[in-house]
């Protein structure tokens, strides 16, 4: 009831999968990812166990097929199974039971799976399979929704949609990325709200990228917190109870990574000041 994305970036070792769905909530156990180990999906008749046991045969040395084998060969619900897992190093491997709806089935491709059941047809695979190779040099989230996106607009899941989730374990450590649309009638639309957010709040825009501020920015500065209900005098160019005015308007949006305080403003920062 779902097509998914495992996938690997070695040059950054990033892991993580993505998957969308007409069902409930696929973000609670169809996911798994860990940073120098690999990534696996769960799905068709999904059995959570799958992505701990499998991350476990990977960190151990286990090659994502054979772990696969390993990890059905002790399941008497296989046929109704169905698995993608890639290992850190990009190799990969794809498993659909007899019994999973039709259409159904994967493919194994460059550092990543990409599989699915009770589909359109196996152009869905096959769409989300270009849209893979064609997003090389994207991050990993990207290149995850992107494919998902493509799955989409081949047919998808056939019944419909209603769930979407990326996965995305950062290999220097950083914060990951995780988020999930467990109801909505555009799941992949709303997945990629929360994403948008989630840059935000996250990143921060190149130095030399920040707009400097003067009097005419000044002026639309104040009249934007002064609507978001912080105080600032109406008149009056740049100056330190402005700047002590946005910093705290700032802080109370989560944006604070995005603050240096001084003169200059992160672009991502205004736009979402001014509303642009």
């Known amino acids: 009831m779902t097509f998914s994305i495992c ?10 999968a993505a998957a969308t769905t007409k069902f409930l909530a696929v973000g609670a156990g169809v996911l798994w990812a860990e940073v120098g180990v690999g990534a696996v999906c769960t799905q068709a008749t999904t059995r959570i166990a799958y992505g701990p046991e499998l991350l476990d045969l990977l960190r151990a040395g286990a090659t994502a097929e054979a772990a696969i084998a390993e990890a059905t ?32 089935g994967g493919l194994v491709l460059d550092d990543a799976t990409v599989q ?18 064609t997003s090389d040099g994207e991050r990993l ?20 949609r209603q769930s979407a989730a990326i996965l995305v374990r950062r290999g220097d450590g950083t914060d990951p990325v995780d988020l999930r649309v467990d109801d909505h009638p555009e799941p992949l639309v709303e997945l990629g709200r929360l994403h948008a957010a989630y840059r935000l709040v996250y990143e921060t825009s190149p130095r ?6 003067d009097a005419a920015l000044a002026g639309r ?6 609507a978001a209900g912080h ?36 672009p991502a920062v205004l736009g979402h000041l001014l509303g642009e």
């Open 7 to 16: 996938a690997v970036d070695r040059a950054t070792g990033d892991v993580g």
């Open 73 to 104: 060969a002790a399941d008497e619900g296989r046929a109704d199974r169905q698995l993608g897992a890639v290992a850190a190093d990009g190799a990969g491997a794809t498993y659909t039971g007899g019994a999973c709806f039709d259409w159904a």
């Open 116 to 133: 699915g059941n009770i589909l359109a047809g196996s152009s869905v695979v096959e769409a989300m399979a270009s849209a893979w190779a």
């Open 141 to 160: 989230e990207e290149r995850m929704l992107a494919v998902l996106h493509a799955g989409e607009a081949a047919g998808g899941d056939r019944r419909g």
């Open 208 to 213: 030399e990228a920040w707009t400097a501020v």
């Open 221 to 226: 500065i104040r009249s934007a917190l002064i």
């Open 231 to 266: 105080a600032a005098e109406p008149e009056g160019p740049w100056d330190a109870a402005l700047e002590r005015a946005l910093a705290a308007w700032v802080f109370d949006e989560n944006l604070d990574g995005r603050w240096a305080g001084g003169d200059r403003i992160d």
